[in-house]
């Protein structure tokens, strides 16, 4: 079977303000808006990594949240995204492992595109936490979009555009109250193949987020 092959796709009308989708097309199968509670400094005093949490899934407001703040587009007019990406190649893909499957992060349609309806969070990582946490984002670089940057440096620059989109991750869960932590402790040819990547496609980096433990 194709893995690549979406299954489904799922509305994330939260931040439909901010992205620019209709109403009418909001109302079906809407989550709510997501809310970021304090300011940038309140995020920037409690941003740290974490590596406790507790099993329980993220609301469909706090995930829609989550991944605008990644890596959402934040320019209508444009199509361009709250991350920077070098002669706008948004090389970058944002995968979803969480308990019911792995999706990708639509963020034109701002919509969940489902891949398979596996629980692959045990191969996003190898700490002991991963399969614990509600979701694992995997950023994938698609070097095939990157015609305009010469090979030897296209690795190099996918890693800028996934650093500002961990952070953006980063500050999104310390104003929310959730836990977070980047790695790059991972067995990627095996998650390469849970997840159907094609040879173009290359992990970076993952990031658990989820409910803190205590």
Known sequence: ???????????????????????????????????????LQHALENRRSTRDYIDGELDDGTLAGLLWAGYGV???DTGKRTAPSVYDNQETDI??????GLFRYNASAHALEAIHDRDIRVYTGSQPFVDMAAV????????DRMAGVEPARREL???????????????????????????????????????????????????TVGHVAG
């Not at 690549?4 to 097309?25: C, E, H, S, V, W």
């Not at 995968?95 to 019911?100: L, N, R, S, V, W």
């Not at 996934?162 to 095996?190: H, K, M, P, Y």
């Open 74 to 76: 934040n320019r209508t």
């Open 157 to 207: 620059i996918a890693a800028f555009a996934v650093g500002c989109i961990c952070q953006n991750v980063s500050l999104f869960c310390a104003a929310s109250g959730l836990g977070c932590v980047v790695r790059d402790w991972i067995d990627r040819e095996t998650l390469r193949k849970e997840m159907g990547l094609s040879d173009g496609q290359n992990i970076m980096l993952a990031q």
């Open 136 to 143: 694992n984002l995997v950023y994938v670089a698609d070097f």
């Open 95 to 100: 995968y979803i492992a969480k308990a019911d």
């Open 1 to 39: 079977m194709n893995r690549r092959r979406f299954i489904r796709t799922t509305a994330l009308a939260g931040p439909a303000l901010l992205t620019g989708i209709g109403t009418a097309q909001a109302a079906q199968g809407a989550l709510p808006l997501p809310g970021v509670q304090g300011t």
